[in-house]
Structure formats: structure tokens, C-alpha cells
């Protein structure tokens, strides 16, 4: 098959060299790197696929989501009595 290839004259200069030294056709060593260089490209190593495992969520052994809420209102208690005894409110003593 024909084609019009253009090539930048640094390329040209280093086929030409090889014409030299192997004897063969400018064409021949232009087919004979082209192959060479697409055989290393599809044999370049590919990137690995990249797996993303999820992590198992949930409370630790011992610990139940009911638990967790019991404390979350005993500590919602705890900082509401606080806030209480620093405003004075909700002391029952008169004056």
C-alpha cells in the first residue's frame, strides 16, 4: 500500500543511517521499526484495574446501636442539667 508519510528530518537522518548499516530499502527499515515499535507499544504493561473493597461498618463487639443512643441521651441530659444549674433556671428554691 502507497502512503505519503511526513517525517521530521531528524527521524529521516536515523532511517537513512540504518539503510546504511543493514543494507535494506528506506521502505524496509521504515516497516521493519514500525513494527518494532508498535510490537513494544501493545506489549507496554497495562495499568492494573483498581479494586475498591468496602470496609464492614458498624458498631464494635459489645457495642448496640441501642446502647449508643442511651448514651447520646444520657449525655444530652447531663449537658442539659449543666446549662441549667449555670443560668439558675429551674431552681425550685424561693429567694
Not at 2 to 20: F, M, N
Not at 67 to 81: K, M, P
Request: with cysteine; hydrophobic share 40%.
Amino acid at each position: 500500500m502507497k502512503r505519503t508519510l511526513d517525517l521530521e528530518a531528524d527521524l529521516e537522518a536515523e532511517l537513512r543511517v540504518i539503510c546504511q548499516e543493514t543494507g535494506q530499502t528506506f521502505e524496509a527499515v521504515v516497516n521493519s521499526v514500525l513494527r518494532d515499535g508498535m510490537a513494544s507499544w501493545s506489549s507496554a504493561p497495562t495499568t492494573p484495574k483498581l479494586v475498591i473493597e468496602p470496609l464492614q461498618t458498624g458498631p464494635k463487639p459489645g457495642i448496640s446501636f441501642v446502647s449508643i443512643s442511651a448514651l447520646e441521651g444520657e449525655i444530652e441530659e447531663e449537658s442539659f442539667r449543666e446549662a441549667m444549674a449555670a443560668t439558675g433556671a429551674g431552681d425550685d428554691r424561693a429567694p
